[in-house]
């Protein structure tokens, strides 16, 4: 197992995620714990230290399971990570109801890492509430020795992260982002990275296989990439690509199965990131897969929309709805955007198409969205 050092410790570059564990008859919160305790038992012998779960995971029961599981375990053999909820709204003034609950659930007095989870358009305000008290009652939890280290993760734009890091980055000891190569540049993860590092924040990694896309790839992808590693598995090239980043230090990868984690976990015996011709190659490969529509931000089509609607941004959601195939991304983001200013706003007039230099049909295209959305 590689290790990589953070402060005083060494953790292993793959984390266990808790967030798809193996199910009984396909229901999400009906966890398998016979398989995850073989699973857990498995990520031990091979030198896996660190374990993410959180609040919701599985219906609000992957914490009961991951802590009966691990409570076998010397509790300073491993590293345990969960996350305060705000992704839900009504949680924000529950901070300490939730975070005594979640001791108890994983049966431990304190936690490894803890983290604001999913920073984003939807809670960004609330977050920064002092009101609700949430950074306060965790720094208190801190200096208290209850939390060990204080993170955040985000699927929010760079513009959210920022306001988060203006108010908090000084305190915050590592940023979890979703990472990978199609999202490099997709979901500006390269230009994220740069932001923790203007803060001196290491990347932790979520969704580096984005959510199983990237284990997979067409015949004509993988055989590019057989050409230029013969020996290497598809699903090991999203690794490498993330062993070629020097502020990533733990990618956290979701297992649902045995054979996922052995295969995982020989990736991350040995370092080889990529060269800078597999790398471009691996980049040319994600925006073929990415195909959406080719907006370039010029904000031409704003100046001339009647209705005031931001059309880069809602494009921008569009093509990550479209390629993720629904997801939980752009409903989130359209949560903190006013009905009047939604996809589902536009008249259809035509008069950005008139200005627009790529010649999207903007119209249809929000269209289509509005109706995703409702669908």
């Keep these: 197992m590689?290790?990589?050092?953070f402060q005083d410790l060494q953790l292993s570059a793959l984390?266990?995620?808790?967030?798809r564990l193996p199910v009984i008859d396909g229901d999400d919160q009906k966890i398998d714990e016979e398989a995850t305790a073989k699973m857990v038992k498995y990520a031990f012998e091979q030198g896996v230290n660190y374990f993410d779960t959180a609040w919701g995971y599985h219906g609000g029961n992957s914490e009961l399971v991951m802590g009966k599981v691990l409570s076998e375990y010397p509790r300073e053999k491993f590293y345990l990570a969960t996350k305060f909820p705000g992704y839900d709204l009504a949680n924000m003034e529950k901070v300490e109801e939730i975070f005594e609950k979640q001791l108890e659930k994983c049966r431990v007095s304190y936690f490894d890492f803890y983290l604001f989870h999913n920073v984003c358009e939807m809670n960004i305000n609330e977050y920064l509430d002092e009101k609700?008290?949430?950074?306060?009652y965790l720094m208190k939890q801190k200096e208290n020795g209850r939390i060990r280290h204080l993170g955040f993760s985000a699927?929010?734009?760079i513009e959210v992260m920022r306001r988060f890091l203006e108010a908090y980055g000084k305190h915050?000891?590592?940023g979890q982002l979703q990472l990978n190569y199609v999202d490099w540049k997709f979901q500006e993860a390269k230009a994220k990275v740069e932001l923790l590092k203007e803060y001196d924040i290491p990347v932790w990694v979520m969704e580096p296989l984005r959510g199983g896309t990237l284990a997979s790839l067409s015949e004509e992808n993988a055989n590019k990439l057989k050409e230029l590693r013969p020996e290497e598995k598809i699903p090991a090239w999203a690794f490498r690509f993330l062993q070629s980043i020097p502020e990533v230090v733990v990618?956290?990868?979701?297992?649902?199965?045995?054979?996922?984690?052995?295969e995982n976990i020989h990736t991350f015996e040995s370092e080889k990131p990529l060269d800078s011709k597999e790398r471009e190659e691996i980049l040319a490969i994600a925006d073929k897969m990415v195909n959406g529509v080719p907006c370039t931000a010029c904000h031409y089509c704003t100046s001339h929309c009647p209705?005031?609607?931001?059309?880069?941004?809602?494009?921008?959601?569009?093509?990550?709805h479209k390629f993720t195939g629904g997801g939980f991304i752009a409903p989130m983001a359209l949560m903190a955007v006013p009905d009047d200013k939604k996809p589902s706003a536009c008249v259809g007039c035509r008069s950005c198409e008139a200005v627009c230099p790529q010649q999207i049909?903007?119209?249809?295209?929000?269209?289509d969205f509005a109706g995703m959305l409702n669908s």
């Design 2 to 5: 590689v290790y990589k050092k």
């Design 307 to 320: 209705q005031g609607i931001d059309i880069p941004s809602m494009l921008n959601l569009y093509n990550e």
């Design 361 to 367: 049909k903007i119209s249809e295209v929000l269209a």
């Design 15 to 19: 984390g266990m995620g808790a967030m």
């Design 172 to 174: 915050m000891e590592f």
């Design 251 to 262: 990618t956290l990868s979701g297992m649902s199965n045995y054979e996922q984690l052995e």
């Design 155 to 157: 699927h929010g734009s």
């Design 132 to 136: 609700y008290g949430i950074f306060e």
